[in-house]
């Protein structure tokens, strides 16, 4: 009896131990298994790209001539920008136009889209002299001339003294009082006048033919004066010194 109990105990702990090692054996093969169908991701590698945008720059120089100045040197500027120049002229000179340009206006856009190169250009403005005179004792001038500029405008008044009257111009054949001129040229006027003849009314025909003398006797006094006018005007003409 007791011998069986032994044995049956024997029994159950030898099936203990194999059923012991049939599950470490399993869970061996098991792991195994994981082990090798693990999932392993792939490796990501970021790679970081930098975009360089280049700018394409273009070199403006301005300069100008004797006479005036520019409102800017220049200088360095991104392509397609605009950039405006305004030339000046200096006292006594004039603006005629830009050398790198037909324009002749004094202020001048432009764009850059390659290097470029401007010239304000001046010129001095030539001087010329208005000469005004008035004929002896008949009347008198506004003014006597002077220099002015080419193109200026100067308008002359001619007033006849007392007994006289105006009859013209020598060097225009304007007869009214008030002459406009422009100077593009020296020019040389002068104011004539002529003395008023006085007549008296008379039944008397001794006196009648008095007046009629007297009258004639002043028109010839006036045409020789005027002859003298002119040729003494002349002499001046061609002996200034004189």
């Known amino acids: 009896m007791s011998f069986i109990k032994n044995l049956s105990m024997f029994l159950c702990m030898l099936l203990l131990i194999t059923c012991s090692k049939e599950s470490d054996v399993a869970s061996d093969t098991y792991a195994s298994n994981a082990s090798q169908n693990t999932y392993t ?5 970021t790679t970081s790209t930098t975009t360089t945008t280049t700018v394409t720059q273009f070199t403006l120089a301005v300069t100008a001539t004797e006479g005036g100045s520019v409102s800017s040197s220049g ?13 000046t002229a200096n006292e006594g000179y ?5 050398e790198g340009s037909d324009s002749t206006s004094e202020s001048l856009t432009v764009t850059l889209n390659s290097d470029q190169t401007y010239q304000a250009l001046f010129e001095l403005i030539p001087v010329y002299t208005l000469s005004v005179t ?5 009347g008198t001038v506004s003014t006597e001339g002077g220099d002015f500029e080419e193109g200026t405008s100067v308008t002359i008044t001619a007033t006849a003294n007392e007994g006289y009257r105006f009859t013209g111009w020598e060097g225009s054949d304007s007869t009214s009082e008030s002459l406009t001129v422009t100077l593009n040229s020296d020019q040389t006027y002068q104011a004539l006048f002529e003395l008023i003849a006085e007549t008296s009314t008379s039944t008397d025909t ?3 033919t008095d007046t009629s003398t ?7 006094i006036n045409l020789i004066h005027q002859h003298q006018l002119i040729h003494q005007h002349q002499l001046i003409h061609l002996h200034p010194q004189l």
């Open 206 to 208: 001794s006196t009648s």
């Open 75 to 87: 200088g360095t500027y991104d392509d397609g920008t605009s950039v405006t120049i305004t030339a």
């Open 134 to 138: 008035a004929s002896a004792g008949g």
């Open 214 to 220: 007297s009258t004639d006797i002043i028109n010839c």
């Open 94 to 98: 004039r603006f005629t136009g830009w």
């Open 41 to 45: 991701p792939p490796t990501t590698t």
